[in-house]
């Protein structure tokens, strides 16, 4: 029986909501953040630190740094040194931050597309070149292209590859063997690997992820890794993360980087936020799981038996839908377009995930059932709608 109600639906709209600022008739199912509430031990956390009253200048308390060890030991079998972890206001400055400390205007970063829009940002805006070392696809499955990627990282002027473990868009768990496969040469060629570990948490149950710095002994001594609450307990907005970093060099570096930077200092609720997510909110999370999952077996489920025409890449992580289109013909955008435009479900085009995204739409499987439902019609009568008019 379950203790939570992920059924209930809560109205974004005029909260100043990214996801929800859409016309009254739109369904988002876009940017990556659920509609769900999050686990009331982190509502009650942040109602308590509110309830006081005084919101003055924030410490980093010593349970935050027992949270994040304690958390990543018993669900990750993974032991971190206090001394590896940095507060951060967030995974995508602590990306830029560390784009700037550790490579230099004009050098390249490695990126396995499709990937996170976001890398994009952090390498162009920053005076870094971005190089697509495209994962392999065999019309099922994603894997690393080696031989691609080892040509990329023997460029000299190549001097950081950020990893996305697990894989957003495309929903894979890497395997420590292919992890560490990775570390071998990346250490052979001097590349630093920045892993994005956000949705580390968002997995199928009973699946668990390896985090990089897991894999082996190279891995953990040539790798800084972005870890957070915020994607799998829905508190983005808090703005609560940490960089963990076993090398103590490295660490000294991206340190240095994200107090020059500013974003080291915490806000007056992102500790107790995270300290409450990871101590008192596992029977949340895994009731999450499970929901989520359905979620994603209902409209996979649909699409195969309603829309043929697409096809859903198996995925064992995130609760986002990387749907393939290649047997339309057409740019997955006009595609985006043409439904939001017919039926108001807004989905997003794979393009921004780089060049091998083209012929894909990402889903957000993070509402409740109904949603999905209303979803998945909506993207039944737009394919229609768009496959009548050519």
């Known amino acids: 029986m379950?203790?939570?109600d992920f059924d209930q639906i809560t109205d974004r709209r005029n909260t100043g909501s990214l996801k929800w600022d859409v016309a009254e008739n739109e369904l988002p199912m876009w940017v990556a953040d659920m509609d769900f509430q999050t686990a009331p031990a982190v509502r009650e956390a942040i109602e308590k630190r509110a309830a006081h009253g005084v919101f003055g200048y924030t410490d980093v308390e010593e349970d935050w740094y027992q949270a994040y060890m304690n958390w990543w030991e018993r669900r990750h079998q993974f032991s971190i040194k206090k001394e590896w972890l940095t507060f951060c206001t967030g995974v995508v400055p602590a990306i830029s931050s560390t784009v700037r400390k550790l490579t230099t205007p004009g050098e390249n970063v490695l990126i396995q597309t499709p990937v996170y829009n976001i890398f994009f940002n952090s390498i162009v805006n920053n005076g870094r070149n971005v190089v697509e070392c495209p994962l392999a696809y065999d019309g099922e499955n994603y894997e690393m292209d080696f031989e691609a990627l080892e040509e990329k990282l023997s460029d000299p002027q190549t001097s950081l590859m950020i990893l996305c473990n697990p894989h957003n868009p495309v929903g894979r768990i890497w395997e420590r063997e292919t992890l560490a496969r990775v570390g071998e040469l990346c250490e052979k060629y001097h590349v630093t690997v920045l892993s994005d570990e956000i949705h580390c948490d968002i997995t199928r149950p009973?699946?668990?992820?390896?985090?990089?710095?897991?894999?082996?002994?190279?891995?953990?001594?040539?790798?800084?890794?972005?870890?957070?609450?915020?994607?799998?307990?829905?508190?983005?907005?808090?703005?609560?993360?940490?960089?963990?970093?076993?090398?103590?060099?490295?660490?000294?570096?991206?340190?240095r980087a994200l107090n020059t930077d500013e974003v080291a200092e915490p806000n007056v609720f992102a500790i107790g936020a995270a300290i409450a997510a990871f101590t008192k909110g596992e029977d949340w999370l895994e009731e999450l799981r499970e929901y989520l999952f359905e979620n994603r077996t209902y409209m996979t489920d649909y699409i195969r038996k309603e829309i043929p025409q697409l096809k859903v890449t198996e995925a064992d992580a995130t609760y986002l839908l990387w749907v393939d289109c290649n047997a339309l013909g057409c740019s997955a955008k006009e595609l985006a377009?043409?439904?939001?435009?017919?039926?108001?479900?807004?989905?997003?085009?794979?393009?921004?995930?780089?060049?091998?995204?083209?012929?894909?739409?990402?889903?957000?499987?993070?509402?409740?059932?109904?949603?999905?439902?209303?979803?998945?019609?909506?993207?039944?009568?737009?394919v229609e709608a768009y496959l009548s008019q050519k």
């Not at 939001?340 to 083209?358: D, I, N, W």
């Open 2 to 4: 379950s203790n939570y």
């Open 206 to 255: 009973g699946t668990g992820y390896i985090p990089f710095a897991a894999a082996s002994e190279t891995c953990k001594n040539i790798s800084v890794t972005c870890i957070a609450p915020t994607k799998a307990f829905n508190i983005a907005g808090i703005q609560t993360a940490a960089v963990m970093i076993p090398n103590e060099a490295l660490h000294h570096k991206v340190w």
């Open 337 to 382: 377009d043409a439904i939001r435009k017919t039926t108001g479900l807004y989905v997003s085009e794979g393009a921004q995930y780089g060049k091998t995204g083209e012929q894909f739409l990402r889903i957000n499987l993070a509402c409740q059932k109904s949603r999905i439902a209303d979803g998945c019609e909506r993207l039944k009568r737009g």
